[in-house]
Every structure is written in structure tokens, then in C-alpha cells.
């Protein structure tokens, strides 16, 4: 979203003024923008995707199946069977589940009893196997989940695929292995990686088996036992899904840990007995704050590609539709991403839980598998009457009104729009208004914030670059706070109180006043500063009255006026933003403020000796400082009041030069100087015999 100032949308601005301008109070016109993948998908999206050219287009319109309450809170992976009945495996709590999906109802198909199953697969006579948190492989049945095989030296099965022959090959860890289960339940090691956790795994109809790890992101090639060379070396630390393509393509998703994550994956399951941890990356909560994730290919000459990539959330799932369309599954904000050959990006789904934990769209099935909640969502539809676009909550900033609404647009659109004070959609908020024209305003009252809500209603709909424009209700701004002081005055510490020790004051006729404004609306201000002598009446302007003093700043000159207090006012109006009508004003005004171009003068002044005797007086005070300096130097050095602090307007000085004058006969010539608060001062010369 952008908030663009109308000389960006002038054309725009003047058509719509008619319908804004009689009863807004605030004439500053502004718009929200909406044309990007980012601004577009910020909201709820029911039936439409999002590209990266700032369309939105009618999408996938998804079904909801929870699973079983008491079947686990979170899936990380599930496989379609012949009968178009869908599987799924179950993490924690009461995990450890393979659930079956038909006709839109869920039941448990099988009870593992481990903590979670982390992987199931298909063999070519149709039996299903789950790999779990454990070392075992089961394989499953109607109400039945039985040991096919123990994994010696794993401690828990990551992945799990079978090949065309029958055989599985499983991931691992922590010993970072992918070992062969031939159909008899017999395992051996086929590849030991160098890595802890072997996370992803993928057999193509050659025989060649992918592998990615977790630790170093390495992606393996397997095309014999103990025989494999390192596809590619990501950046980041785990290879989290591997899928196949046509014409030999490989797709990969890896992830980097995001700022101040942790380095390596954090487990969240418990086994089922024992309470221990399972080691390794436990699907699908992988790190405990969002990372980044980057989708690549390899052709068919092993040469990388990335298309994609997210730094604010990391990627879990991965597959490639009938199309040979790339679609990735996030671990956070739970959303479905495409990206084309030109690398433009789309967002296909929306759903409401946090991850998605597999996608199923290679079968007579087209699902979406959300988890935490685990919920399966059938795509039932591409577009249709449910295809529904629904930007975020637009924050105006201050209750606004809505002018004329515009967007670019294809098929049949209907597009609403409705208003509220909370930042969360209540039920505060207005309803939804009936739908608006082309350009058309519509009926909603004033409110903070805002939502725009398009209806794709066949497959060809498309909506991009809906702009809003509105204007805020006019606010005062406040002076809050005056600082006036004359430029050459010492600056006070922190506790109030000039530092001791310094150099005098250098005298400065310039007097700089600096304000603060509390200006809810961002109206651009107009200043006056007016200046009057303390016990008068007329107020004299600082500036001339064509100025147009927009900053809140101003050096007052005070060379030609008579000493004494003075009080300086400053009035903030909005003028610039308002019509004469609706124009704000305040104003404040500082305590006195001492205004003194002139020096001290010495009453008297005498030697006696070695003794300085001197009566200073100054038109307004306090003297601040006596010092001299002796036969010429430069060096001047302080001497006290007589009464021990300089502290009024008429001070004396009697005081003992001994220290401070050379030894010996004299005479001495001894420039004694006096100085006032504002940094006014006077040289007087006097001998010393």
C-alpha cells in the first residue's frame, strides 16, 4: 500500500473533489494505492491468487476438512490413494496418526503410537508405509499400523520414498544415512552423507536417488549403494523437499536460518515412550522463528536455477502439478506460492493455519494439507461465485472520508468496500456497501480504517490497481514547547545548571527559538513568531508578514532593540493544508527572555598596591565574571566577588593580586574585564606599582 500525494494523481484529484470537498475538513487529498503482490496479499484471499505484476486473478477455491480433534495438531505429510481417498500423517499432541480422508469426512485410518509420523509412501502393489519419530517403518492398514522394519543405528526416519521395484529408502538420523528397505522388511545402508540429518528424499524412473540434508543444505545425487556426488551446496542449513520434473528437471527448496534464529533445527516432538526428544529437524515445526527459503532447479545438465525466494518465512513442502508448475508451501502465515519461467511470482493460496504442511496436485486429488491446526483443503474450484479478494485493514490515520474508487479490471468484478475505527475488522465496523461503479464513491460512513472487498465472479475476472482516495478530518496542532536563547550564551548541562570553568560568553545579538508542534493530522504549518517587551502590550512581529516560515526555527535578531525582557510567542496554523473556513490556530508564548546588547560599565576602579579594588555595574545583570590579565598577555585569569559570587547587577571587586603578578618592583599594567550574562564585556586598564 501506498499513500501517494496528488500530484501523483492529479487527473484523479480533480474529478473527484465535487464529492469530497463540501464536506471534508481537511482539503490535503490523499490515496491509498493498491498494485503490488505485497500490497494485494496482505488481506484475505478466498478463491483468487496474487502475481508479482500486481494482478489479482481468480484462483483456487479451496474446501476445509479438519482433522480429528484427537489426532494430532499438526501434519506434515500425506499421499493420495487409487480409490482418491487421501492419507495423512499426524505430529503432536496424540500424534503419531495416519488419518483418513474421503468424501470430505476424517477418521483415523491407523495409530502408530509413536510421536509423529513424519512420512508416508506408497509401494507399486499399493501398501502404505509410515516412517516415524522412531527407527521403524510401519506398514499400515485399515485400523491397523504394524512394524515392517527396524532401521539399525537410526535413531528417527525423516523421509521415506519407494522406487518402481518396491523398495523404500529412508532418511535418517542423527547418523545422516539413506538406507534401502528391500519388500521384505530386510534394511542396509545405501548412503551415508556427512551430514547428521538426511530430511528429503526422491527417486526418479531411472533408479537415482535425491537426497537433501539438514546441517550443511547438501543436495546428493545416489545413483548406486555408496556411489553419489553433491548436486548443489546451498546457503543455509537444510534441503527441506525435493520433487521431479519433466525433460530430467529436479526442484529443490532449501532454507537459511532467519536473524537470531538458531543455527540448527530445533525438535518439538516427544516420543510416545520415554519422553526423549527425537534428534534431528521433526516435520513440520523446523525452527523456531521463521527463516528464508529459495526454490532452484537443475535441468537436465545439472545447471542451477533459483527462481524463488522469501526472506521472511522458510519453505516445508514442495510439489510440481500436471503442468510442470513449481508450487511451494510456507512455513509461516501458512500460503502456497507459484513462480514462472520469468521468475514472477504468484500467490495461490491463502489459508488460514500457520504452515502447509504437504500439497498434493500430481493425482486425481488437488489438495492443499494446512497444519496447526491440520486441516486438508480440496481445491474445488479455480474462480467461481466464492472467489473473493479482500485487501487488509487500510489505516487512514485519523477518521477519513472516501472519494471516488478506481481500479483496473477484466470479467465480471463486483467490488465494495466498508469502514471501522479498530484496527481489527469488529463488528463495530460498517457492512459491507453495495457495490460500487468504475470510479464510482461508496456509501460507507467515515472511519479510520478501511477495506476493499472485490468478488471475481467467472474464471477470466481479474482486478489490479485500486486506488482510494481520502481525506482526514482536520485536527489542531499544538506549540507544546519554546526554546529561546541567545546564540553566544554557555549551553546548560542536563541537570539544569551552566558548567563551571568555561570560557566566558561570546556575545550574540542573534537570539534562536526553536519550538515543538504536536500535529496529529500531518498538516503542513505556517509560524508566525511575535516578540513583546515584558509589562507591554503590543505584540511586534520577527518576521515580515510575506515570510512563510514552514520550519520550526527562527534566529531573532535583536541588535536594534532596547535591553530588557522580552516574551516571545509563536502561533502554528494550518492554513496551508485548510480553507479559510476551516483553518486551526494555537499559539504559546515563553517566559521572559533576556535581550541585552549592552556591556557593563566600571563605577570604579583603583590599585592599592597589590590590591584591586573595582564597583562594576550592568543595565540589567548579573555581572557574570571579572578577570584580568597583567603587562599585555593574553592570559586571563579570574578573580572573585567581594562578597564571593557574582550574582547581581552592580558587583564589587577587592581583591589580592599577589599571586597573580610578577615578583619584584613594579609597575604593572593590569587590564581588568567584566562581563554580563549575555556575553557583553568591557576592558579597563588601571596600573600597579
Given at each position: 500500500?501506498?499513500?501517494r500525494?496528488?500530484?501523483?494523481?492529479?487527473?484523479l484529484v480533480?474529478?473527484?473533489?465535487?464529492a469530497?470537498?463540501g464536506d471534508?475538513?481537511?482539503?490535503?487529498t490523499r490515496?491509498?494505492e493498491?498494485?503490488?503482490l505485497?500490497?494485494?496479499?496482505?488481506?484475505?484471499?478466498k478463491?483468487v491468487?496474487?502475481?508479482?505484476d500486481?494482478?489479482?486473478r481468480?484462483?483456487w477455491?479451496?474446501?476445509?476438512?479438519?482433522l480429528?480433534?484427537?489426532a494430532?495438531?499438526?501434519?506434515a505429510?500425506?499421499?493420495?490413494?487409487?480409490?482418491?481417498?487421501?492419507?495423512?500423517?499426524?505430529?503432536?499432541?496424540?500424534?503419531?496418526?495416519?488419518v483418513?480422508i474421503?468424501?470430505?469426512r476424517a477418521a483415523v485410518?491407523?495409530?502408530?503410537k509413536?510421536?509423529?509420523?513424519?512420512?508416508?509412501?506408497?509401494?507399486p502393489a499399493?501398501?502404505?508405509?509410515?516412517a516415524?519419530?522412531s527407527?521403524?517403518i510401519?506398514?499400515?492398514?485399515?485400523g491397523?499400523?504394524?512394524?515392517?522394519?527396524?532401521?539399525?543405528?537410526?535413531?528417527?526416519?525423516?523421509?521415506?520414498?519407494a522406487?518402481?521395484?518396491g523398495?523404500?529408502y529412508?532418511?535418517?538420523?542423527?547418523?545422516?544415512k539413506?538406507m534401502?528397505?528391500?519388500?521384505?522388511?530386510?534394511a542396509?545402508d545405501?548412503?551415508?552423507?556427512?551430514?547428521p540429518f538426511v530430511?528429503?528424499l526422491a527417486v526418479?524412473d531411472d533408479g537415482?536417488?535425491?537426497?537433501?540434508?539438514?546441517?550443511?543444505?547438501?543436495?546428493?545425487?545416489?545413483?548406486?549403494p555408496?556411489?553419489?556426488?553433491?548436486?548443489y551446496?546451498f546457503?543455509?542449513?537444510?534441503?527441506h523437499a525435493?520433487a521431479?520434473?519433466?525433460?530430467?528437471?529436479?526442484?529443490?527448496?532449501?532454507?537459511?536460518a532467519?536473524?537470531?534464529?538458531?543455527?540448527?533445527?530445533?525438535?518439538?516432538?516427544?516420543?510416545?515412550?520415554?519422553?526423549?526428544?527425537?534428534?534431528g529437524?521433526?516435520?513440520?515445526?523446523?525452527?523456531?522463528k521463521?527463516?528464508?527459503?529459495s526454490?532452484?532447479?537443475?535441468?537436465?545438465?545439472?545447471?542451477?536455477?533459483?527462481l524463488?525466494?522469501?526472506?521472511?518465512?522458510?519453505?516445508?513442502?514442495?510439489?510440481?502439478?500436471?503442468?510442470?508448475?513449481?508450487?511451494?508451501?510456507t512455513?509461516?502465515?501458512?500460503?502456497?506460492?507459484?513462480?514462472?519461467?520469468?521468475?514472477?511470482?504468484s500467490?495461490?493460496?491463502?489459508?488460514?493455519e500457520r504452515?502447509?504442511?504437504?500439497?498434493l496436485?500430481?493425482?486425481k486429488?488437488q489438495?492443499v494439507l494446512?497444519s496447526?491446526?491440520?486441516?486438508?483443503?480440496?481445491?474445488l474450484?479455480v474462480g467461481g461465485?466464492?472467489?473473493?479478494?479482500?485487501?487488509k485493514p487500510?489505516?487512514?490515520?485519523?477518521r477519513a472520508?472516501?472519494?471516488?474508487?478506481?481500479?483496473?479490471?477484466?470479467?465480471?468484478?463486483e467490488?465494495?468496500?466498508r469502514?471501522?475505527?479498530?484496527?481489527?475488522?469488529?463488528?463495530?465496523?460498517?457492512?459491507?456497501?453495495?457495490?460500487v461503479?468504475?470510479?464510482g464513491?461508496?456509501?460507507?460512513?467515515?472511519g479510520?480504517?478501511?477495506?476493499?472487498?472485490?468478488?471475481?465472479?467467472d474464471?477470466?475476472?481479474?482486478?489490479?490497481?485500486?486506488?482510494?482516495?481520502?481525506?482526514t478530518?482536520?485536527l489542531?496542532?499544538?506549540v507544546?514547547?519554546i526554546t529561546?536563547r541567545?546564540?553566544?550564551?554557555?549551553?546548560?548541562?542536563?541537570?539544569?545548571?551552566?558548567?563551571?570553568?568555561?570560557?566566558?560568553?561570546k556575545?550574540?545579538s542573534?537570539?534562536?527559538?526553536?519550538?515543538?508542534?504536536?500535529?496529529?493530522?500531518?498538516?503542513e504549518?505556517?509560524?508566525?513568531?511575535e516578540?513583546?517587551?515584558?509589562?507591554g502590550t503590543r505584540w511586534v512581529?520577527?518576521?515580515r508578514?510575506d515570510?512563510?516560515?514552514?520550519?520550526?526555527e527562527?534566529d531573532w535578531d535583536t541588535?536594534t532593540?532596547?535591553?530588557?525582557?522580552?516574551?516571545?510567542?509563536?502561533?502554528?496554523?494550518?492554513?496551508?493544508?485548510?480553507?479559510?473556513?476551516?483553518?486551526?490556530?494555537?499559539?504559546?508564548?515563553?517566559?521572559?527572555?533576556?535581550v541585552?546588547?549592552?556591556p557593563?560599565?566600571?563605577k570604579a576602579?583603583?590599585m592599592?598596591?597589590?590590591r584591586?579594588?573595582?564597583e562594576?555595574?550592568?543595565?540589567?545583570?548579573?555581572v557574570?565574571?571579572?578577570?584580568i590579565?597583567v603587562?599585555?598577555?593574553?592570559?586571563?585569569?579570574?578573580?572573585?566577588?567581594?562578597?564571593g559570587?557574582f550574582?547581581t547587577?552592580?558587583?564589587?571587586?577587592?581583591?589580592?593580586?599577589t599571586?597573580?603578578?610578577?615578583?619584584?618592583?613594579?609597575?604593572h599594567?593590569?587590564a581588568v574585564r567584566?562581563y554580563?550574562?549575555?556575553g557583553n564585556f568591557v576592558?579597563?586598564?588601571?596600573e600597579s606599582?
Open positions: 500500500m501506498r499513500l500525494a496528488p500530484a501523483r494523481v492529479a487527473a480533480v474529478a473527484m473533489f465535487a469530497v470537498v471534508a475538513r481537511a482539503v490535503g490515496t491509498f493498491l498494485d503490488s505485497e500490497e494485494l496479499s496482505g488481506g484475505d484471499l478463491g491468487s496474487v502475481g508479482a500486481g494482478v489479482v481468480a484462483g477455491t479451496l474446501g476445509s476438512t479438519p480429528p480433534a484427537d494430532g495438531t499438526t501434519a505429510c500425506a499421499v493420495e490413494l487409487p480409490d482418491g481417498s487421501v492419507l495423512v500423517g499426524t505430529g503432536p499432541s496424540s500424534g503419531g496418526k495416519v483418513r474421503a468424501n470430505d485410518f491407523a495409530d502408530t509413536e510421536s509423529a509420523v513424519n512420512a508416508l509412501a506408497i509401494g499399493g501398501a502404505v508405509y509410515a516415524t519419530t527407527n521403524r510401519y506398514k499400515v492398514t485399515q491397523k499400523a504394524e512394524v515392517f522394519a527396524t532401521l539399525a543405528g537410526a535413531e528417527t526416519v525423516l523421509a521415506l520414498v522406487d518402481k521395484a523398495a523404500l529412508a532418511g535418517t538420523g542423527s547418523a545422516g539413506v534401502r528397505i528391500g519388500p521384505d522388511g530386510a542396509a545405501y548412503f551415508t552423507t556427512k551430514e530430511v528429503s526418479g537415482v536417488v535425491y537426497a537433501g540434508t539438514s546441517g550443511k543444505a547438501l543436495l546428493y545425487r545416489i545413483t548406486a555408496g556411489h553419489a556426488t553433491v548436486l551446496d546457503s543455509g542449513e537444510d534441503v525435493i521431479l520434473g519433466s525433460n530430467r528437471s529436479v526442484w529443490a527448496i532449501a532454507n537459511e532467519a536473524s537470531g534464529a538458531s543455527d540448527s533445527a530445533e525438535p518439538t516432538q516427544k516420543h510416545a515412550t520415554g519422553g526423549r526428544s527425537p534428534p529437524p521433526t516435520p513440520p515445526t523446523v525452527r523456531t521463521p527463516g528464508k527459503g526454490l532452484w532447479r537443475f535441468d537436465a545438465r545439472d545447471r542451477p536455477e533459483r524463488m525466494h522469501h526472506d521472511e518465512f522458510h519453505y516445508i513442502s514442495l510439489a510440481v502439478d500436471s503442468r510442470g508448475r513449481p508450487l511451494v508451501g512455513g509461516a502465515e501458512g500460503r502456497v506460492y507459484t513462480v514462472d519461467d520469468a521468475h514472477v511470482v500467490l495461490v493460496a491463502d489459508t488460514d504452515q502447509i504442511g504437504a500439497l496436485l500430481a493425482g486429488v489438495a494446512g496447526d491446526p491440520a486441516t486438508l483443503h480440496r481445491v474450484s461465485p466464492d472467489a473473493v479478494w479482500t485487501s487500510l489505516d487512514a490515520g485519523l472520508r472516501f472519494g471516488h474508487m478506481t481500479w483496473l479490471g477484466n470479467g465480471a468484478l467490488v465494495s468496500m469502514t471501522g475505527d479498530t484496527k481489527t475488522p469488529d463488528p463495530s465496523w460498517s457492512s459491507w456497501s453495495a457495490p461503479a468504475l470510479g464513491t461508496p456509501i460507507s460512513p467515515v479510520r480504517f478501511v477495506q476493499v472487498r472485490a468478488r471475481l465472479k474464471a477470466t475476472s481479474t482486478i489490479a490497481d485500486v486506488v482510494l482516495p481520502f481525506v478530518e482536520n489542531r496542532a499544538i507544546i514547547e529561546a541567545q546564540k553566544g550564551t554557555m549551553l546548560q548541562t542536563k541537570e539544569g545548571m551552566a558548567p563551571s570553568g568555561n570560557e566566558p560568553p556575545h550574540d542573534v537570539v534562536h527559538v526553536t519550538w515543538k508542534v504536536d500535529n496529529p493530522d500531518d498538516d504549518l505556517r509560524y508566525r513568531v516578540f513583546r517587551k515584558e509589562g512581529g520577527a518576521t508578514p515570510d512563510v516560515l514552514t520550519k520550526a527562527l541588535a532593540l532596547p535591553e530588557g525582557r522580552y516574551r516571545v510567542r509563536v502561533d502554528a496554523s494550518d492554513e496551508i493544508s485548510n480553507p479559510p473556513g476551516d483553518i486551526t490556530h494555537h499559539a504559546l508564548e515563553t517566559a521572559p527572555v533576556l541585552d546588547n549592552t557593563p560599565f566600571f576602579l583603583s592599592q598596591g597589590r584591586l579594588r573595582a562594576i555595574v550592568d543595565g540589567l545583570g548579573p557574570m565574571r571579572v578577570d590579565a603587562d599585555g598577555r593574553n592570559e586571563w585569569r579570574p578573580v572573585a566577588a567581594a562578597d559570587i550574582d547587577a552592580d558587583e564589587m571587586v577587592d581583591a589580592d593580586l599571586a597573580l603578578l610578577p615578583a619584584g618592583a613594579g609597575p599594567f593590569v567584566a554580563d550574562a549575555s576592558v579597563r586598564d588601571v606599582h
